[in-house]
């Protein structure tokens, strides 16, 4: 099926009882940190509050120091003034409907969805035809046929092959089907679905104007299923998908997601040039006709940790490119937040991470997974993002007259500034999706769990729960609080949806560690490292916000004064290290810095002066609990070095490198030597190598069988007393504070 070919505008979708505003319990500040109490802000939760205060801070530098390779050109993307002084939409639950009416008269309703002005309709098939006898893709396979000595019609073959394993088949049967089938499965699964009705009007109206790119943060196996039930919802053109072909191994559900709208491609193209200009030719064929909104996942994976993974650019060069060749006018990008009170793959997720292997895709574990029917995932919030046009973020930045000196056809190298552009916007867009996620009251009782273990009081959990909702929203953070609920309440309904993971024992809030008084003591201890990481799964999604005031409280521990020079060193370093576990816009350390502070200083947790950053006496517990927050990632990362600096004397692969470094934190682990449990993630365990690579104290070198990694002892070492703080850190270059 191609896409509707209605062209007529449409109406607003029926009106739904919109939810109203999120009101908070009021100021509250507990004992230990009242001024973060005090900062919180009256009215709907998760509004940001009316700007900066003048004065507030004071302007370091001008210079970016420390930011690895040369300075970026033209006006920056992201500004920290955007999160921190937005106000946001409303939402509205799509699934009050659906409880209130057919879902088979909904499957079939007439969908004659708004369209891109410039389409010309066409089939799936007519697509195929295009990219096959396209310049580009026959020019490639000219070219292979005379290296390799075969004829081009073999080659063509192959070609042609390769689209049909990769092609979609959208027909409309599929969607209503998908349609019915997902009504009784969100109903069942969900107790609310909320969107932000005024982004879905923003984004019909994009449609309509020009290509359109959707790009949602990427949590679950669900993501992709609820953006097409959701554009069908608001009768607009459902998207074209970019899945896994690991999908195309499930006996009829792979097939019946190609006929949603699923195109499938491999997880590495291993250099083979016939594939990706195949595949690179197929997603721009889409996007130069309007075809359809092309939507993938800028993590290019689900994230196991609920933290945002950093960007793949391959498809983004892609869905950029046209727009460089001046094949489109514009491009529109939006950023699409979805945020699950409770996700469905979160024991899976912990199991991963511990190393159990991951169970392959197939119908017969789909159909095992529907016992989950019966389980309660609370709520999905789904913020569609302002669209971001493309044509704006390169305006005096991108020079697009060199593509015009090369026949469209030829394959180009993207130059230097194309490449680092791209990575701006990859970045720029996750941040915009981070600024979006909702936070529910589970996710700060997570937080101040984890930091209490073994137990903590009921009681001291409400107060310190309360107290941290006013220090998220004081830092911008997008807090959705149950309607007229007290934090009683809240917190109790938080526990019983996450009933496996945490409970009410005795007037006391304890880890759902089931058997941990049983069996060996590598049992015990894997059993509370899943529960750990399953609840560190939500206090993730808060440190999206917290991360700059965190690491800034981090540095102060860290640096041998109070001056903003070492205080600043310490934190860059910090930035460097942890750059794999979150989202920094490349270049900006020194803003990110002055961020922190700022926000600090905004909850009268540090003062300033001319020379010096400390904290206050009123602020001290909030530094504290930052500091805390963070403990989990510096000794996770001492310990994975210490590893590195003591075990691993020869060469190594990642295979060898994840289960040996596991091994060595569980016997510390069995010995009590250590209480570090998410430094069994595997997550962690990546990141910190790769980390170690681009500090250059590991040595990463590709071979036929992989890539091989060679230690720096010393340079390793050296980092690792960084951390301890037993050596002072390096001060990045040209820093002027």
């Not at 709907?44 to 390779?69: D, H, W, Y």
């Not at 001056?563 to 989202?583: A, G, P, Q, T, W």
């Not at 500090?695 to 951390?723: H, R, W």
Request: glycine fraction near 8%.
């Amino acid at each position: 099926m191609a896409p509707p070919m209605a062209r007529c505008p449409r109406l607003p979708p029926p009106h739904r009882a919109r939810q109203p505003g999120r009101g908070g319990v009021g100021p509250w500040a507990p004992r230990e940190a009242a001024a973060g109490g005090r900062a919180a802000r009256r009215g709907r939760a998760g509004e940001r509050g009316a700007g900066r205060r003048g004065g507030a801070r004071r302007t370091m530098a001008t210079a970016a120091a420390g930011a690895p390779g040369r300075a970026r050109r033209g006006a920056p993307m992201y500004s920290q003034k955007e999160l921190t002084s937005k106000k946001r939409d409303e939402f509205e639950d799509i699934l009050e409907e659906r409880r209130l009416s057919s879902d088979l008269r909904y499957a079939m309703k007439c969908y004659t969805p708004v369209i891109y002005k410039g389409l010309s309709p066409c089939k799936p098939s007519a697509i195929k035809s295009a990219v096959l006898h396209s310049e580009q893709v026959q020019y490639v396979i000219k070219q292979l046929a005379k290296e390799m000595g075969e004829s081009p019609d073999i080659i063509q073959e192959e070609a042609t092959e390769i689209l049909d394993e990769m092609g979609h088949r959208m027909q409309l049967g599929a969607v209503r089907f998908f349609a019915f089938t997902l009504s009784k499965i969100f109903k069942q699964l969900f107790q609310r679905v909320c969107v932000n009705e005024e982004g879905m009007q923003r984004l019909q109206h994009a449609i309509q104007e020009h290509p359109v790119v959707l790009l949602p943060s990427h949590r679950s196996y669900v993501d992709f299923l609820m953006l097409s039930y959701l554009l069908y919802t608001y009768d607009l053109a459902l998207p074209v998908i970019a899945a896994g072909i690991d999908f195309l191994g499930m006996k009829i559900v792979g097939e019946l997601l190609r006929r949603a709208g699923a195109f499938f491609m491999r997880r590495s193209f291993g250099g083979n040039r016939l594939y990706w200009a195949v595949f690179a030719e197929y997603v721009k064929t889409m996007l130069r006709s309007g075809y359809a909104p092309i939507e993938f996942f800028l993590e290019g994976t689900r994230s196991r940790t609920a933290k945002t993974l950093t960007p793949k650019f391959g498809l983004l060069s892609i869905v950029m490119e046209p727009f460089f060749k001046r094949e489109v006018f514009d491009t529109y990008l939006v950023p699409i937040s979805i945020s699950y009170e409770r996700i469905l793959e979160e024991s899976l997720y912990a199991y991963e991470l511990l190393g159990v292997p991951k169970p392959k895709e197939s119908t017969s574990g789909l159909l095992k997974a529907r016992r989950i029917l019966s389980d309660n995932f609370g709520t999905i919030h789904i913020y569609v993002g302002q669209p971001v046009s493309l044509r704006t973020l390169a305006s005096g930045r991108i020079n697009r007259c060199p593509y015009n000196l090369v026949p469209r056809h030829l394959p180009q190298k993207p130059s230097e500034d194309i490449q680092e552009f791209v990575s701006d916007v990859a970045y720029k867009m996750e941040l915009l999706q981070i600024e979006n996620m909702v936070l529910s009251p589970w996710v700060l009782v997570a937080a101040v769990l984890l930091q209490n273990l073994p137990a903590v009081e009921f009681e001291l959990l409400i107060e310190k729960t309360l107290w941290l909702k006013g220090l998220t929203q004081t830092f911008g953070g997008f807090i959705e609080w149950p309607d007229n609920l007290c934090a009683k309440k809240a917190v109790l309904s938080g526990l019983t949806l996450h009933s496996n993971i945490a409970g009410l024992v005795d007037g006391h809030v304890v880890l759902n560690d089931k058997g941990v008084e049983d069996g060996a003591v590598g049992e015990i201890v894997f059993r509370h490292a899943l529960a750990v990481l399953m609840c560190a799964t939500y206090r993730n999604q808060l440190l999206n916000v917290f991360v700059r005031p965190a690491l800034v409280a981090v540095a102060l521990q860290m640096a041998p004064s109070f001056r903003k020079e070492e205080v600043y060193s310490c934190f860059n370093f910090l930035r460097d290290v942890f750059s794999n576990e979150f989202i920094f816009f490349p270049g900006i350390s020194l803003k990110d810095f002055e961020e922190g502070c700022f926000l600090l200083t905004k909850c009268d947790a540090i003062q300033t002066s001319q020379q010096e950053i400390y904290p206050t006496d009123k602020g001290s517990g909030t530094v504290s609990f930052l500091s805390a927050m963070f403990r989990p990632f510096v000794e996770g990362y001492q310990l994975i070095f210490r590893y590195l600096s003591k075990e691993m004397k020869e060469a190594f692969t990642e295979k060898q490198f994840i289960p040996g470094v596991r091994n060595f934190v569980f016997q510390l682990l069995e010995k009590g030597s250590t209480q570090c449990y998410e430094a069994l993630s595997s997550d962690m365990q990546k990141n910190a190598l790769s980390a170690l690579v681009q500090l250059g104290a590991v040595k990463k070198k590709k071979m036929p069988s992989g890539f091989t990694y060679n230690v720096n002892q010393e340079a390793v070492s050296k980092i690792l007393d960084m951390f301890d703080a037993r050596i002072p850190v390096q001060k990045p270059v040209a820093a002027r504070l």
